[in-house]
């Protein structure tokens, strides 16, 4: 008999642990989710289906430094650092759920000395020896990061921005090299001109 109610107190502890831990997951990924919306974009990964697409597109090579402004879990500079041998790959990311799993992803990469990962705004990103800037964002903050690359990247600096283009009128150094069609979405690539 005694043996019996233990079980069950050590049985329904378990169980409103689990539930506690449900809970504060669901309440992270969803504080997640408003933060990244309120910063300027959701989190969406890009479909790993064109990830291939977008690093040849950019034209990523074992000399470059790429740097993914709001990198998600950091599905595109792994592959780039994987597929392409990258020099260095460094993303910024504000949310914490994806944070915390480019952080956990970034633990187990053979790259991981080459993968740097920042909880920062996009916006206080350091380019200075950033070579290709991938952006997947929605259009206000495109035209923020572009301003800000426009201020800050190196001439020559490739810059590949999904699904949203760069008003060009606002940014006098960006010039538009060519665009691709990725399903329903469109990548533009802009170069930072050499003077
Ligand atoms: C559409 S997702 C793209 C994720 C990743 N680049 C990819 O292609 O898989 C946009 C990401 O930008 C992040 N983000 C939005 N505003 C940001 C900001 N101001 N600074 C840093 N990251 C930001 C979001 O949290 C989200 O993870």
């Not at 915390?100 to 000395?113: D, E, H, I, Q």
């Not at 691709?180 to 533009?188: D, H, R």
């Amino acid at each position: 008999m005694m043996a019996r109610s233990m079980v069950s107190i050590i049985l329904i502890s378990a169980l409103f642990l689990l539930t506690l831990a449900a809970l504060a997951f669901v309440a992270l990924v969803f504080v997640s989710l408003l933060a990244s919306s309120l910063a300027g974009a959701p989190y969406i990964g890009m479909r790993n289906q064109y990830i291939d697409a977008l690093l040849s597109l950019g034209g990523v090579s074992v000399e470059d430094v790429v740097c993914d402004l709001g990198c998600g879990d950091g599905r595109v500079l792994i592959a780039a650092l994987e597929r392409r041998r990258a020099r260095r790959a460094v993303g910024y990311e504000i949310s914490l759920w994806p944070f915390l799993k480019v952080v956990l992803k970034r633990y187990f990469s053979r790259f991981r000395s080459r993968l740097e990962v920042r909880r920062k705004n996009l916006l206080e990103a350091d380019l200075s020896e950033v070579t290709i800037v991938y952006m997947y964002l929605y259009p206000l903050l495109v035209q923020r990061a572009a301003l800000k690359i426009n201020e800050s990247a190196r001439p020559g600096t490739r810059v590949v921005s999904v699904h949203y283009s760069v008003d060009l009128e606002a940014v006098p150094n960006f010039r538009l090299l060519k665009t691709a069609q990725l399903g329903s979405m469109t990548a533009y690539v802009y170069e930072i001109a050499r003077y």
